[in-house]
C-alpha cells in the first residue's frame, strides 16, 4: 500500500496544515466568481427532484449540481471550472494528503452520515427531514430504504463546498508552495480523483488506510522484523492490503452505500494506488501483483461476510472480525510465492484483478523474498 497506509493520524498533523493554509492565504487565489448562468441557479432555495425525490435546493447551490448523472461528472464540470487552460488541459497543482483530507473532513462532518446503521443522531434526523420533505419524518426505516440517494444528495453538497476550496489551495500549492512535511506519503493524484468523484467514500477510505496500517503493525510488528523481510514483501502488507479494502467496504456500507456500490468504488480505490504517481497506467511489478491480490481477497471477505441476521438486520464484520480473521490468515496460511504463481491463481491477468470488485477464489499471499545476507 506504499505512501497512502503510511500516512500519520490527523491529530499529529494539525500544526503543520495550520501552517500550510497560512501560505494559501498568502498566495493569488483564483477567479471563482460565478457566471451570470450560475448566478440565476443559486439565488434562491427551492424544492426540485432529485433522483425521484422531492429535495431542497439550498440558496448558494446551483440547480446544475443536482442535473449531473454522476460524481464524476460534477468532478469533471469543476475541472472545466477551475483548472482548464485556453488549451483545455488540466493545470491543477496536486495538494498535499494531510491538507486535501483535513478540507474534506471538516465538510463532510457538517452533514448526515452512518446512514446505513439506525438508530440515526437527532440532528441527522432534523436535517434529512428538512431537505427531503417527502420523507416521513423521523421514520429511520424510509431514510435506510433511501439511504443511497440521501448520500449522493450530501455529495453534490459536499463537492458544492470542497471543489472551490481545492481551487484556492491549488493555486496556493503553484510551485509545490504546500509541500510542507505533513505526512509520510500522500497517496497519488489518481486516488484524489476517485475521492472527488466519491467525497464521503474518499474520505471513510482514506481513514481506513490509517486504521489497517496501526492494525498491521500492532499485529505483525514493524517491516524488517521476524518476517518482514521490506515493507512490500511480508505478511504485514498482505494483512494490511486485505484489511484496508474490508474496512473500506465496512465503513462505506455503514456510512449508507450498497454494498455491491462499496465494493466497487473501494476497487477504484485500490487500483488507483497501484498506479503510476505520473502516468495513468497501473504498474505490473510483482509487488503490485501482490497489492492487487491481497485488496480483492479483503473485498471478496466482505462479500462473504455480509449478510442479514435475524429479524431481518443486517449482518456485517466488525473491526474486531476483520482484524482476527484477516490476521489469522495471513499468520497462518498466507501464500508466499512469486508474481507469476498469483497470477496462476486468478485470471492470468494483472488488468482483470485490477478490475475484479471481488473474486471467487481464496487466499493472501505475501512475495518470496531473498533477505539480505
Not at 35 to 58: A, C, H, N, W, Y
Not at 105 to 111: A, D, F, L, P, T
Not at 309 to 334: H, Q, V, W
Amino acid at each position: 500500500m506504499k505512501n497512502l497506509l503510511r500516512v500519520v493520524r490527523f491529530t499529529t498533523r494539525v500544526a503543520a496544515i495550520a501552517a500550510g493554509l497560512s501560505l494559501a492565504s498568502c498566495q493569488k487565489e483564483p477567479s471563482v466568481t460565478p457566471s451570470s448562468e450560475d448566478l440565476l441557479s443559486t439565488q434562491q432555495e427551492s424544492i426540485i427532484t432529485f433522483q425521484g425525490l422531492k429535495v431542497r435546493k439550498p440558496s448558494g447551490v446551483p440547480r446544475e449540481m443536482f442535473d449531473f448523472a454522476t460524481g464524476k461528472d460534477v468532478r469533471e464540470f469543476f475541472d472545466r471550472k477551475y483548472y482548464a487552460n485556453s488549451n483545455g488541459r488540466l493545470s491543477a497543482n496536486k495538494i498535499p494528503a494531510g491538507i486535501f483530507y483535513a478540507t474534506l473532513e471538516k465538510i463532510v462532518n457538517k452533514y448526515p452520515s452512518e446512514l446505513g446503521m439506525p438508530p440515526y443522531k437527532k440532528e441527522d434526523l432534523k436535517q434529512i427531514h428538512k431537505d427531503f420533505p417527502d420523507l416521513k419524518k423521523d421514520n429511520e426505516e424510509e431514510i435506510q430504504k433511501n439511504a443511497a440517494i440521501i448520500v449522493e444528495y450530501y455529495s453534490r453538497l459536499i463537492s458544492n463546498e470542497f471543489e472551490p476550496a481545492l481551487a484556492e489551495l491549488s493555486a496556493s500549492n503553484s510551485g509545490g508552495r504546500l509541500e510542507i512535511p505533513i505526512e509520510n506519503g500522500a497517496g497519488n493524484q489518481w486516488e484524489q480523483a476517485v475521492t472527488r468523484d466519491f467525497p464521503q467514500a474518499g474520505l471513510s477510505v482514506y481513514n481506513a488506510a490509517l486504521d489497517a496500517r496501526n492494525w498491521a503493525t500492532e499485529q505483525f510488528g514493524l517491516p524488517g522484523y521476524g518476517d518482514a523481510g521490506n515493507l512490500d514483501n511480508w505478511r504485514g502488507n498482505a494483512f494490511k492490503h486485505a484489511a484496508w479494502n474490508a474496512q473500506g467496504v465496512r465503513k462505506m456500507v455503514n456510512g449508507g452505500y450498497e454494498r455491491f456500490r462499496a465494493f466497487y468504488i473501494m476497487k477504484l480505490f485500490a487500483t488507483a494506488h497501484e498506479k503510476d504517481p505520473n502516468v495513468n497506467v497501473i504498474l505490473t511489478a510483482e509487488s503490485n501483483m501482490m497489492d492487487f491480490h491481497n485488496n480483492a481477497q479483503g473485498r471478496t471477505y466482505m462479500k462473504n461476510n455480509i449478510g442479514w441476521g435475524i429479524f431481518g438486520l443486517r449482518s456485517i464484520p466488525g473491526e474486531g472480525n476483520i482484524r482476527n480473521d484477516l490476521g489469522n490468515a495471513c499468520a497462518n496460511a498466507c501464500f508466499i510465492g512469486s508474481g507469476q504463481s498469483i497470477l496462476n491463481l486468478t485470471y492470468g491477468n494483472i488488468s482483470a484483478i485490477a478490475d475484479a470488485d471481488y473474486v471467487d477464489y481464496q487466499g493472501y499471499a505475501a512475495l518470496q523474498y531473498n533477505p539480505t545476507p
